[in-house]
């Protein structure tokens, strides 16, 4: 026989073979577990319909604001100085960095609640935070306010918002402010070299004498006009020439013989000596004709003739300057009239010679002029180097003050950079009815947790009532397991 033989012999008892004091304490058993479960759910119960009865009611506004994605710029062109420009990013452009998220920590900061509740009048603590949601894939945000009243919970979400946008408008401002404050360095420093340059500028024009590149081009031009005046001139000099020359050889004399024979035609004595010798010598040749070398009226002539060549000799050297004879007077062929052919030549003969030395003298005042104005150039031209650079450097200084102050302008425009705009997307809601507390999920809620009560209750009185039936049933089987 094995050990579990006796175990195999057990069997169990009826209810009926029980002792009176087990049926005694089971009853009491029985109702201590009724009575701790009835006293659990009365309890239960109890505590629900206190806190039903009791419990603040709340209410809840709801509300959403969008933050538009959109970027911005302006661009301003600034005629012969440059371009100047503004823009702003899409505050989505970068996937590190949400806007939301700092407006989320902002609406549930302290300094905000603070500004609402001021606004209502209202404790902090009796404010409470708001919940935010950021919905994902897109640039909204929802806000959910709570309030004993529908009507509070509608008020307390207009406090929020607009202490939200007054603390974005004041950090805005600030921003512009810093920013301004670091331009206004810039700005001044530009300034500053503007100054300079336009100082160094004019001190250079006021010694070197060029005021502008504009003065080398005229006096580049004066001078292409004045060689054009030269050629010209010089021409005309050519032709006068020519003319002259052949003039003078047409009649055969010289240009100052002609002047000589003008000369002596204008004399009215030497015509008066001229206009005797002519006729004595006239006169001369009839008497000889006549009457022969040693007649005394031939003598007498002769004698006439000779003092009438005497003097018109002595006045024409005295006219002339130097010695002349009769053979140079008859090759200068001086008529005792005025107006003939030969004088009209002789006198083109001089003007053209006038000419000539008049345009002789200009070709040559032309040529020293354009030498003079050649050095002036040379001169400026070197000082235009200088010119064009401090010019430039001027325009830059210009360019970058100007671009600078735009830009500082621009900049004050644009102050939706770093805390972009928001818009009310949704007004905050007047609800209907409390979001807390609803009757229908708290009595759900005590309902389940008097069930798991009850049933916990249960389970102990079976597993207690188990282990006193089987410890009942193997005490008197004991002995023959021993004995076995």
Not at 183 to 195: F, N, Y
Not at 251 to 257: A, M, N
Not at 269 to 275: A, D, E, P, R
Not at 340 to 366: K, P, Y
Request: aromatic share 6%.
């Amino acid at each position: 026989m094995t050990i579990n033989d006796p175990i195999k012999s057990l069997s169990i008892a009826s209810s009926s073979d029980a002792h009176p004091v087990e049926q005694k304490n089971k009853f009491w058993r029985y109702a201590r577990y009724a009575a701790i479960g009835l006293a659990a759910n009365v309890a239960l119960w109890g505590i629900t319909l206190a806190y039903l009865k009791t419990a603040k009611p709340v209410y809840t506004s709801s509300w959403a604001v969008i933050v538009p994605g959109a970027g911005s710029g302006v661009s301003v062109n600034l005629p012969e100085i440059g371009q100047a420009s503004s823009s702003s990013s899409s505050p989505f452009g970068s996937a590190s960095m949400d806007p939301r998220a700092n407006y989320q920590f902002l609406i549930t900061n302290e300094s905000v609640l603070e500004e609402a509740a001021n606004q209502l009048k209202i404790p902090l603590k009796q404010l409470g935070k708001p919940k935010v949601k950021l919905v994902d894939n897109t640039s909204i945000m929802e806000f959910e306010v709570t309030g004993p009243t529908a009507k509070d919970a509608q008020l307390r979400s207009h406090a929020i918002y607009e202490a939200l946008q007054t603390k974005l408008s004041q950090l805005r401002l600030e921003e512009v402010a810093k920013r301004e404050q670091g331009s206004q360095a810039t700005l001044t420093s530009a300034r500053e070299k503007l100054q300079q340059a336009q100082k160094t500028l004019s001190e250079y024009k006021a010694s070197s004498g060029l005021s502008s590149g504009d003065q080398v081009k005229d006096l580049s031009n004066n001078i292409e006009q004045l060689r054009k005046q030269r050629a010209e001139s010089y021409a005309q000099v050519q032709q006068s020439t020519t003319r002259l020359s052949q003039l003078s050889s047409d009649l055969d004399i010289t240009v100052p013989e002609a002047a000589n024979a003008f000369l002596l035609q204008a004399d009215q004595l030497f015509q008066q000596n001229l206009k005797d010798y002519n006729e004595s010598s006239s006169t001369l040749v009839v008497l000889k004709a006549k009457w022969g070398d040693n007649h005394p009226l031939v003598i007498k002539e002769a004698a006439r003739r000779e003092a009438a060549r005497a003097a018109m000799l002595d006045r024409a050297s005295s006219l002339l300057g130097r010695r002349v004879n009769l053979s140079i007077l008859q090759h200068l062929n001086i008529k005792s009239e005025s107006g003939s052919s030969r004088e009209s030549l002789f006198r083109d003969l001089v003007a053209i010679q006038t000419d000539q030395q008049g345009i002789v003298a200009q070709n040559e005042a032309l040529g020293n002029q354009i030498e003079e104005l050649e050095a002036r150039l040379k001169i400026l031209v070197q000082k235009q180097s200088k010119l064009d650079n401090l010019q430039r450097e001027v325009q830059i200084a210009e360019a970058v003050f100007a671009s600078t102050l735009a830009k500082l302008d621009l900049g004050k425009s644009d102050i939706f950079i770093s805390y972009p705009i928001t818009q009310l997307l949704a007004e905050p809601t007047l609800p209907d009815e409390k979001t807390s507390p609803k009757p229908s999920i708290v009595f759900v809620g005590a309902g389940v947790a008097s069930i798991f009560i009850t049933t916990g209750l249960v389970l102990l009185w079976w597993r207690k009532e188990t282990a006193t039936y089987i410890k009942g049933k193997i005490k008197p089987n004991q002995p023959n397991i021993l004995e076995s």
